[in-house]
T-cell receptor, first 114, second 114 residues
Framework: EPEVTQTPSHQVTQMGQEVILRCVPISNHLYFYWYRQILGQKVEFLVSFYNNEISEKSEIFDDQFSVERPDGSNFTLKIRSTKLEDSAMYFC????????????FGDGTRLSIL | AQSVTQLDSQVPVFEEAPVELRCNYSSSVSVYLFWYVQYPNQGLQLLLKYLSGSTLVESINGFEAEFNKSQTSFHLRKPSVHISDTAEYFCAVSGTSGTYKYIFGTGTRLKVLA
């Protein structure tokens, strides 16, 4: 069964540095999402992306965050200047062109900010 | 806006006993409902979905959930649990139009005891 893949599995970064989290969604999917889960807390929606543009973003997704689909396969989340509170597990998800189908999640990237 | 409540943060249960994990939601619009399971160091895997039709939905590994619109609930049940069911279970809701972003509950950690 096709999978969503995320790299790296663990990223350790100094506060203030830029970080890029990478995702390869399932190939025929058209809806893409990023979520994050701070340790011990719920999974929170960050941003959705459709038709090469952001379709919705949460209040968490401020100017430090950006997303990009640089080619036909990758979907990236960039945090421009990381803060300690950005430490979390970041999940990428995608769903097929019908949109209302369940989202498929990657295994996540654990981001640790020092 | 939508919200999801999973009142039980942890549920211990003996092997072969039945279990119910509770999920209640709040929404001013029609919703889709989902249960996802997360095993340690893995991503979120779809367990069940309710999109429309029969209010009782079943998974291939013996779980079922029933959509109850009047009680705004989508409780997850299994008549006989196995050690391998030990995991964290997340209930999620999305709207039936727009970005289909998920709103998650806080999760329930199911621990099956021998």
């Amino acid at each position: 069964e096709p999978e969503v893949t995320q790299t790296p599995s663990h990223q350790v970064t100094q506060m203030g540095q830029e970080v890029i989290l990478r995702c390869v969604p399932i190939s025929n999917h058209l809806y893409f999402y990023w979520y994050r889960q701070i340790l011990g807390q719920k999974v929170e929606f960050l941003v959705s992306f459709y038709n090469n543009e952001i379709s919705e973003k949460s209040e968490i997704f401020d100017d430090q965050f950006s997303v990009e689909r640089p080619d036909g396969s990758n979907f990236t989340l960039k945090i421009r200047s990381t803060k300690l509170e950005d430490s979390a597990m970041y999940f990428c998800a995608s769903s097929d062109p019908r949109g209302n189908q369940p989202q498929h999640f990657g295994d996540g990237t654990r981001l640790s900010i020092l | 806006a939508q919200s999801v409540t999973q009142l039980d943060s942890q549920v211990p249960v003996f092997e072969e006993a039945p279990v119910e994990l509770r999920c209640n939601y709040s929404s001013s619009v029609s919703v889709y409902l989902f249960w996802y399971v997360q095993y340690p160091n893995q991503g979120l895997q779809l367990l069940l979905k309710y999109l429309s039709g029969s209010t009782l939905v079943e998974s291939i590994n013996g779980f079922e959930a029933e959509f109850n619109k009047s009680q705004t609930s989508f409780h997850l049940r299994k008549p006989s649990v196995h050690i391998s069911d030990t995991a964290e279970y997340f209930c999620a809701v999305s709207g039936t139009s727009g970005t289909y972003k998920y709103i998650f509950g806080t999760g329930t950690r199911l621990k099956v005891l021998a």
